[in-house]
T-cell receptor, first 114, second 114 residues
Framework: EPEVTQTPSHQVTQMGQEVILRCVPI?????FYWYRQILGQKVEFLVS????????KSEIFDDQFSVERPDGSNFTLKIRSTKLEDSAMYFC????????????FGPGTRLTVL | AQKITQTQPGMFVQEKEAVTLDCTYD???????LFWYKQPSSGEMIFLIY??????QNATEGRYSLNFQKARKSANLVISASQLGDSAMYFC???????????FGTGTLLAVQP
């Protein structure tokens, strides 16, 4: 069964460093999302991506964040200068076109900023 | 902005009994979908069940069913014949916005006791 994959599973970085989180969505899906979950809190929407551009973003998704789909299969989230409060689980999700299709989540990347 | 309320931070249920997890939401959208996800202690997000706002029948998926009351804006998840493996965090998540992003509630932690 196709699945969303994410790498790495755990990333530890120093404050101020850049990180890139990688995702491979399901191949016939057209909408891609990033969410984050700070430990013990609810899952929060960051950004959605469709047709090679950002289609919606939350107020969390500030200038420190960027996304791209560099090669038609990978979908990346970059944080330019990490802060302590960026420590969280980051989930990638994808879905088929059509409003009522469920989003399939990847296993997540746990980011720890020291 | 949508507000999702899951009033039960934690629930206990005996194995083989049924349990209802509450969810109410506040949306001005006429057409939307309601999703429930399970997050076990391992952290992944697992899709359980979906209800469309225009669906006349309550959704069912194996041991999962939704008690959907559109006028009250509630979509409670019913798990029948609870199993030990059902112990997890459960999130209610309507979709919304231009890209049908998921908007998560705070979750209910379910513990199934033998």
């Amino acid at each position: 069964e196709p699945e969303v994959t994410q790498t790495p599973s755990h990333q530890v970085t120093q404050m101020g460093q850049e990180v890139i989180l990688r995702c491979v969505p399901i191949s016939n899906h057209l909408y891609f999302y990033w969410y984050r979950q700070i430990l013990g809190q609810k899952v929060e929407f960051l950004v959605s991506f469709y047709n090679n551009e950002i289609s919606e973003k939350s107020e969390i998704f500030d200038d420190q964040f960027s996304v791209e789909r560099p090669d038609g299969s990978n979908f990346t989230l970059k944080i330019r200068s990490t802060k302590l409060e960026d420590s969280a689980m980051y989930f990638c999700a994808s879905r088929q076109i059509g409003s009522y299709n469920e989003q399939f989540f990847g296993p997540g990347t746990r980011l720890t900023v020291l | 902005a949508q507000k999702i309320t899951q009033t039960q931070p934690g629930m206990f249920v005996q194995e083989k009994e049924a349990v209802t997890l509450d969810c109410t939401y506040d949306t001005s959208d006429q057409s939307y979908g309601l999703f429930w996800y399970k997050q076990p202690s391992s952290g992944e997000m697992i899709f359980l069940i979906y209800q469309g706002s225009y669906d006349e029948q309550n959704a069912t998926e194996g041991r999962y069913s939704l008690n959907f009351q559109k006028a009250r804006k509630s979509a409670n998840l019913v798990i029948s014949a609870s199993q030990l493996g059902d112990s997890a965090m459960y999130f209610c998540a309507p979709n919304g916005g231009a890209t049908n992003k998921l908007i998560f509630g705070t979750g209910t932690l379910l513990a199934v006791q033998p």
